[in-house]
């Protein structure tokens, strides 16, 4: 009895910031899709930045309502037979961590490539190719996020069907929780992203860098938005690598230890 008590507190710990995480994101976002959309509808031109920015706050909604609705029809709704409908919110969700990877990634491609002043025949060509096709790499991203998604729902039904649900839901100290499967689908599902996401980075600060390496001596220019541009580009890239890397340690965690390290994510979110 007391360790069912223990096991509410700590559930009633981890919905309560959950929430209040779910909340704040839906106002962001809202208000952030709610602004494109507006100007869309009223004729106004829309940035290649805008169409991926509207598209990740939708992703990061839906990660962050998908995650809300497991925690509180895990405890709440589901029984421990419904490991089906478990199966299907826990997809879901997987589906829109890796199209937040994709997009923040190509988000951090296409900033790059409008503000870098790299004049290589490489890179014009990327930016002219690239910046001006961004609805079909936003499609592209959807498509690789289903891609890994159907493989990881691929592997879990195998697993079920091969081991019985019974084992599927019960702990059982001989054998790991999850199937190494799912390391190896997150490593490439997760890192080729974050690899195009810091390769883009360090471009870009490198080039703000250069530049205002060459302007510092003009005092009548206000670098003031540079030195802003470059710690925002600094912190969003420590935050996206925690935030994949986090992901990563989740995963290892569990296939370890057979805990879900659910208060990491919504720290992270």
Known sequence: MADSDDTDIQHLGLLAPA???FIIGLLIY?????????????GRSVTPVDHIVTSLGISRMCSQSTK??????????LSRQDVYVRLIIRTAY????????????LLSIVLCLKI???????????????????VYFTIATVLLSAFNCVISLTVALSDMHRDGIYNTIMTNQSMHCTS??????????GILPLLFYCISSVLLFSSLYNHI??????????????????????????YNTLYVLGHFVC???????CLRLIWLLIFLD
């Open 180 to 189: 190494i499967n799912y390391i190896y689908i997150y490593t490439v599902g």
């Open 251 to 257: 995963i290892l965690y569990y296939y370890f230890y």
């Open 116 to 134: 870098s002043n790299f004049q290589t025949r490489l890179f014009l060509y990327l930016r002219g190719m690239i910046i001006h096709r961004t």
């Open 30 to 42: 809202s208000f952030i899709i709610g602004v494109n959309v507006t100007d869309w509808w009223k």
């Open 213 to 238: 390496r060459k302007m510092v001596s003009n005092l009548s220019i206000n670098l003031e938005t540079y030195y802003s541009l470059m710690k925002f580009v600094s912190l969003t890239f420590i």
């Open 19 to 21: 929430l209040i995480a």
């Open 68 to 77: 809300a609705i497991f925690l509180i029809a895990n405890r709440l709704l």
């Open 94 to 105: 997987i589906f829109f961590i890796y199209l937040n990877f994709w997009l923040t990634s």
